[in-house]
């Protein structure tokens, strides 16, 4: 067998024809979607994945066999069933119309094979093991590991935003609010960590894992916002100041912040302020410790038959304070679960608004400290008896506090 020609397809507006509707089309299409491809799928019945995709539009379905007609206009097509004389028809029908063919049947029958595909950011490596799957795969599996291990891809090539060689004026660089997790280092999004280490500055908060920081490339400029040396307000203005400054300066600045960016990250702020600047920016999201701490402690925050809502509140703000914006009396009533971040210097008087407005002492209430971490503990207590129970037990933030019938749920 002769040797394939690499080729990347820029498919973009572009028919491509996915004949088949089960699971090798289920795995297929997306990359194709992803790569902005016209996709016609034609297949009389579609596995649920695929049904979604037709439902919000994404593609066209043609609930039938294929017809040689269906390749008029296309580019591409991708048989992916496994009737082998069905496949044959449609490589027949490709080949007279000079379509080229991938087959799932038989690679050895197809006119174009489907790689084994890695990405790391800008970078896409896509491997063709000979015909060999399990050999493309490994070798993928093997280049992902390397590129991983490269922190980022200044190691195949792409200069960093602030290397500006022959004297050039740097370009203005960008800013990424990334969410880094709960604690648990590795619970950061793949996005969020592939930014991290391509980063030239990293802002970094006070709970963002200390792990992540010990993996950043040689040379980063890492500034430490819990150091910053103003009241909570000016510290917030100096630290807009530094995620402008330096990525006017041509630098790419990640703002690593605990949990996520938005909910009580003051990262709407952060991005007003480069959005004044002139500074693109890239939101990435992070797995809230609202939902991960109770979640490491074997707490769900809904479960069937028991709760169905949960509400987020920060108890920063005692309640009786002019400046809470928390409706204490209206949680008060609600029968789900009342997950409170930042509450355990409040608690007390928290519990005492909530058991007030007529929420029963006996209600479970659980607090989870430094959740998904090796320092997590968790305390199991009642409405009426957890602040005195956390100041027994020495308890201190950062801290989850749970009150709503799921606590104790999955116990047993």
Same mark, same amino acid.
């Given at each position: ?12 507006? +572009?028919?491509? =024809?996915?004949?088949? $509707? #089960?699971?090798?089309? &289920?795995?297929?299409?997306? /990359? @194709?979607?992803? %790569? !902005? ?121 792409? +200069?960093?935003? =602030?290397?500006?060689? $022959? #004297?050039?004026?740097? &370009?203005?660089?960008?800013? /990424? @609010?990334?969410? %880094? !997790? ?121 479960? +069937? ?108």
């Amino acid at each position: 067998m002769s040797s394939p020609y690499p080729l990347g397809l820029r498919l973009a507006g +572009r028919r491509v =024809v996915v004949v088949g $509707g #089960g699971a090798v089309a &289920t795995r297929r299409v997306p /990359a @194709l979607l992803d %790569a !902005g491809a016209d996709v016609l799928l034609v297949s009389p019945e579609l596995t649920p994945a695929l049904r979604a995709h037709v439902d919000a539009g994404r593609l066209r379905w043609e609930p039938r066999r294929f017809a040689p007609g269906d390749l008029d206009g296309a580019w591409l097509v991708q048989t992916a069933i496994d009737d082998r004389a069905a496949a044959a028809a449609v490589s027949d029908a490709a080949a007279e119309r000079r379509i080229f063919c991938v087959r799932a049947d038989d690679r050895a029958a197809a006119t174009a094979w489907t790689p084994a595909v890695t990405r790391h950011g800008p970078v896409t490596v896509a491997v063709l093991g000979g015909g060999d799957p399990r050999r493309a795969m490994s070798v993928r599996d093997a280049v992902r590991a390397l590129l991983s291990a490269g922190k980022g891809t200044d190691s195949v090539g792409q +200069r960093s935003p =602030v290397d500006t060689p $022959g #004297g050039r004026e740097p &370009t203005v660089g960008r800013v /990424a @609010l990334v969410g %880094a !997790g709960p604690g648990d280092r590795e619970l950061i999004t793949v996005k969020g960590w592939r930014l991290l280490t391509e980063a030239d500055v990293v802002v970094a908060d006070r709970l963002v894992p200390g792990l992540l920081l010990d993996e950043l490339r040689a040379g980063v400029e890492l500034v430490d916002a819990s150091k910053i040396p103003y009241g909570p307000s000016r510290a917030q203005e100096e630290i807009n100041r530094i995620l402008v400054d330096r990525a006017l300066a041509g630098a790419f600045v990640v703002r690593l912040k605990g949990g996520d960016p938005y909910v009580f990250g003051r990262g709407g702020e952060e991005l007003l302020a480069c959005a004044a600047a002139g500074v693109p920016v890239t939101v990435v999201p992070g797995v809230t410790s609202a939902i991960a701490a109770p979640a490491a402690a074997g707490i769900p925050v809904t479960h +069937r038959a028991v709760a169905h809502e949960f509400t987020v509140v920060s108890g920063h703000v005692a309640p009786d304070s002019p400046a809470s914006l928390v409706r204490w009396d209206a949680l008060a009533g609600l029968r789900g679960t009342l997950v409170i971040l930042m509450g355990l210097k409040n608690l007390a008087a928290i519990t005492e608004t909530l058991l007030a407005h007529g929420r029963p002492a006996q209600t479970p209430a659980a607090v989870v400290q430094e959740g998904t971490t090796g320092g997590q503990r968790v305390l199991r207590s009642t409405l009426g008896a957890v602040a005195a129970d956390v100041v027994a037990e020495g308890l201190r933030p950062p801290a989850v506090v749970l009150v709503g019938d799921v606590v104790g749920t999955l116990d047993g």
